[in-house]
């Protein structure tokens, strides 16, 4: 079957960096995405990988490597508005998005 | 603005009735999706359409049905909703299926009593 993991919650501290890892196991891959969702709000994109490596944009930065079926989103300097949901979805052999049930992230002051 | 609306934003049905969420985009995107979300478990595909006039099934299309008649619309059919259609749902759009970004609505929040 398909399978996307993602820790349930993580707490960080404003100012600091926080790492959600994701890890996936699809009947294929067409490329990996990072949706924040706050509470009560719609999934909006941050981040989509394709090719193994580091992509970069602003704060957040992704991480890809298709071998090992993993993923990270790093958050730098992180601020309370950051405080959401953070959702990992790999796009399968079929094009359609398979789902990670989210982490939740709480930032304290 | 250009996005993805959903109507209606919250609604509370009573168990049997049939019920129509509809979605409508303005932004000439050939997908069109509708998930639902229910706390604890990631987004799960109902139905979907890569391109209007074509929908096929998801992960949980019992119980659900769609059309795609034109590019801006997508609505989702409950025929005779139950208890455990009680979720958030949210309908999103891509410019292709292949490869791009997915754009939500703001969902509809449905509880079936």
């Known amino acids: 079957g398909q399978n996307i993991d993602q820790p349930t919650e993580m707490t960080a501290t404003e100012g600091a960096i926080v790492q959600i890892n994701c890890t996936y196991q699809?009947?294929?891959?067409?490329?990996l995405f990072w949706y924040q969702q706050h509470a009560g709000e719609a999934p909006t994109f941050l981040s989509y990988?394709?090719l193994d490596g580091l992509e970069e944009k602003g704060r957040f930065s992704s991480f890809l490597s298709r071998s090992k079926g993993y993923s990270y989103l790093l958050l730098k300097e992180l601020q309370m508005k950051d405080s959401a949901s953070y959702l990992c979805?790999?796009?399968?052999?079929?094009?359609?998005?398979?789902w990670g049930a989210g982490t939740k992230l709480i930032i304290k002051p | 603005i250009a996005g993805i609306t959903q109507a209606p934003t919250s609604q509370i049905l009573a168990a049997g009735r049939r019920m129509t969420l509809r979605c409508t985009q303005d932004?000439?995107?050939?997908?069109m999706y509708w998930y639902r979300q229910d706390l604890g478990l990631g987004l799960r595909l109902i139905h979907y359409?890569?391109?209007?006039?074509?929908?096929g099934k998801g992960e949980v299309p019992d119980g659900y049905s769609v059309s795609r008649a034109n590019t801006d619309d997508f609505p989702l059919t409950l025929a005779s909703a139950v208890p455990s259609q009680t979720s958030v749902y949210f309908c999103?759009?891509?410019?292709?299926?292949?490869?791009?970004?997915?754009?939500f609505g703001q969902g509809t929040r449905l509880t079936v009593v």
């Open positions: 359409s890569n391109t209007a006039g074509t929908t």
């Open positions: 990988n394709v």
């Open positions: 999103a759009s891509s410019e292709l299926a292949e490869n791009t970004e997915a754009f």
């Open positions: 979805a790999v796009k399968d052999s079929n094009y359609q998005l398979i």
């Open positions: 932004m000439r995107h050939n997908a």
């Open positions: 699809t009947s294929g891959f067409n490329g």
